[in-house]
């Protein structure tokens, strides 16, 4: 399978701790994207970093990405009951014409 | 108005029957998807289309066919509906080149009897 690996699975929360999610991916990519999803509804675009950066922020958010490693993370900072969702990692992959998703993150913050 | 649209939001269907979502967009995008959702599986890729007269099969197709009737609007039938075809599907939009940025449908609830 083309798809990323997201770590955790499932991340519960106190509000105003961060949450850091990770995904792992196996071939070279353009670009990762993240994504959120709340409950039974369409994905969301988060941010994306392409594979020349190291590093993006959007206002609560950062991402990071080791290309060496394969690997992303994204740290969502003081935490809100309304960040309660799933995390879904993209990776653009050379040679490819579509996204790749991973199996998701499921964060849950407790107010 | 939502830029991508998809009806019906839930349907509930027996076994055997012919049954097509529909997916329509204002975003004017060229590129249009279907993929099925499945508690812990992430995403799926059903099929794609880059334009109106080009349709790709994506990782799971089998059951499944599309029609690009036009820009703006993607299909998805099951020709004979089966239980294990009980999932969540979203069509999304994206425009040409990178970044392959992908906007999302709210989703049709389909459960099969």
């Known amino acids: 399978s083309q798809q990323g690996e997201e770590d955790p699975q499932a991340l519960s929360i106190q509000e105003g701790e961060n949450a850091t999610m990770n995904c792992s991916y196996k071939?070279?990519?353009?670009?990762l994207q993240w994504y959120r999803q709340n409950s039974g509804r369409g994905l969301v675009h988060l941010i994306l970093?392409?594979?020349?950066?190291r590093e993006k922020h959007s206002g609560r958010l950062r991402v990071t990405l080791d290309t060496s490693k394969k690997s992303s993370s994204l740290l969502i900072t003081a935490s809100r009951a309304a960040d309660t969702a799933s995390y879904f990692c993209?990776?653009?992959?050379?040679?490819?014409?579509?996204?790749?998703f991973g199996t998701g993150t499921r964060l849950t913050v407790i107010p | 108005d939502a830029d991508v649209t998809q009806t019906p939001r839930n349907r509930i269907t027996k076994t055997g029957k012919r049954i097509m979502l529909e997916c329509s967009q204002t975003?004017?995008?060229?590129?249009m998807y279907w993929y099925r959702q499945d508690p812990g599986l992430g995403l799926r890729l059903i099929y794609y289309?880059?334009?109106?007269?080009?349709?790709n099969k994506g990782e799971i197709s089998d059951g499944y066919s599309v029609s690009r009737q036009a820009q703006a609007k993607f299909s998805l039938s099951l020709e004979s509906a089966i239980p294990n075809q009980t999932a969540l599907y979203f069509c999304?939009?994206?425009?040409?080149?990178?970044?392959?940025?992908?906007?999302f449908g709210p989703g049709t609830r389909l459960t099969v009897l």
């Open positions: 975003k004017g995008h060229d590129r």
């Open positions: 289309s880059f334009d109106v007269k080009d349709i």
């Open positions: 071939t070279s990519i353009n670009n």
């Open positions: 970093i392409r594979s020349n950066e």
């Open positions: 993209a990776t653009d992959q050379t040679g490819a014409n579509n996204l790749f």
């Open positions: 999304a939009t994206a425009g040409q080149g990178t970044p392959h940025t992908q906007y």
